[in-house]
Structures are given as C-alpha cells and as structure tokens.
T-cell receptor
C-alpha cells in the first residue's frame, strides 16, 4: 500500500498567478498521475508524471499551463499557471504500485478569484 | 456515449437500507475499480476486481465481464456511507490510466 499527502489542501488564488501543488508518497512508486475534477464533474487525467523524464500529457492539457516535476520515486509537483476562474477545481495526485491498483491523495481544492 | 456509465446519478435512502450502484462500460478492461469520494474531495480506493465478487465489511462488489457490468452493494447502510461512489476502469493490465464514470452521489438519512 501507499499513503499519499498533498500540499496545500486548499488555496484561494488571484487570476493570473500560479499555484504549485506537492504530492508526497510514503514509498517508492513507479507511476504518479495528476487529475483534475471540475465542479460537478468526474476526474480527468491531466498527465502521467514519469521519474527522470518529461510528463506525458493527455489531450487538452499542455506543459506550459500544467508543468509537472518528478524528481524522484516518491515526489511530484503540479503547477497550474496563469490561473483563471475556469481552473477552479480539485486537483488530485495518485500513485500506481503496479498491477493497476492506484492510491489517491486527499486532493487540493483550488479557487481562483 | 461515455465509456463508463453509472446509475443512478443520485440516490437517497434511509439508514439500514440495502444500496446498489451500477456501472456499465463499453471498452475492454483488465480491471474495474470502485472509489469513494467524501465531501472534502479525497478519494479512497474500495475495490479493484477483474472477475467475480469481493467483499469488505458491509461493501460488496461484483463484476460480470461478459455483460460489461459491475455493481457495488452496501448492506445495512449508515449515514457515514454518504459520499460519491465512482466506478473506473483500467484498459490493459499494467496500464494504470483510469477512465472514470461520472459518479453516484449517495445520501443516507438517519
């Protein structure tokens, strides 16, 4: 199993600024994922964070808007850049330990004014 | 048509009732997941199954691969079961990218 923590748990940001979300796993994991959940919607995968290489982004998400770092096997960050009210969402990270099982973090609730 | 569909979207029941949430999918899968999301936003993985049935406490998950259908049952429901329940599928074994259903919002009234 894996325990995942995220920081911050919530934030309120001004339009045009950026927010960096940290995801820490208590054990080494092969794959980490970042998701967005817009109000009233289900989860949408933003990207897969690969250790030692660039993240793999899903259709509709670009690196300039959502830069991701994965410096080691237990940590990743997601930055949401140039914030607009449409970015107000819950952002979740998850970790895969192999065999399709995933563990999810507690989420970061972002409100953009 | 979404690849993963859940029903009902919303469900309100009295404490103690037997609850069933359904999930249908249209793609080939290696595994199906049931997740629970509480109002704060955090998600807990309840089950991952590729065949048959699994039970954990008052929760039971079943899957019928031929019919591409899964159900999540809650026995003796309790207000603390109130949450959004999400069905998600893994397309291939070892490919951990999940496709999610839209969720079922369950409210259990004392």
């Amino acid at each position: 199993s894996a325990v995942i923590s995220q920081k911050p748990s919530r934030d309120i940001c001004q339009r045009g600024t950026s927010l960096t979300i940290q995801c820490q796993v208590d054990s080494q994991v092969t794959m980490m994922f970042w998701y967005r959940q817009q109000p009233g919607q289900s989860l949408t995968l933003i990207a897969t964070a690969n250790q030692g290489s660039e993240a793999t982004y899903e259709s509709g998400f670009v690196i300039d808007k959502f830069p991701i770092s994965r410096p080691n096997l237990t940590f990743s960050t997601l930055t949401v850049s140039n914030l607009s009210p449409e970015d107000s969402s819950i952002y979740l990270c998850s970790a895969g330990t192999g065999g399709s099982w995933q563990f999810f973090g507690p989420g970061t609730r972002l409100t953009v004014l | 048509k979404n690849e993963v569909e859940q029903s009902p979207q919303n469900l309100t029941a009295q404490e103690g009732e037997f609850i069933t949430i359904n999930c249908s999918y249209s793609v080939g899968i290696s595994a199906l997941h049931w997740l629970q999301q509480h109002p704060g936003g955090g998600i807990v993985s309840l089950f991952m199954l590729s065949s048959g049935k699994k039970k954990h406490g008052r929760l039971i998950a079943t899957i019928n691969i031929q019919e591409k259908h899964s159900s999540l049952h809650i026995t003796a429901s309790h207000p603390r079961d109130s949450a959004v329940y999400i069905c998600a599928v893994s397309p291939n074994f070892g490919n951990e990218k999940l496709t999610f259903g839209t969720g079922t919002r369950l409210t259990i009234i004392p």
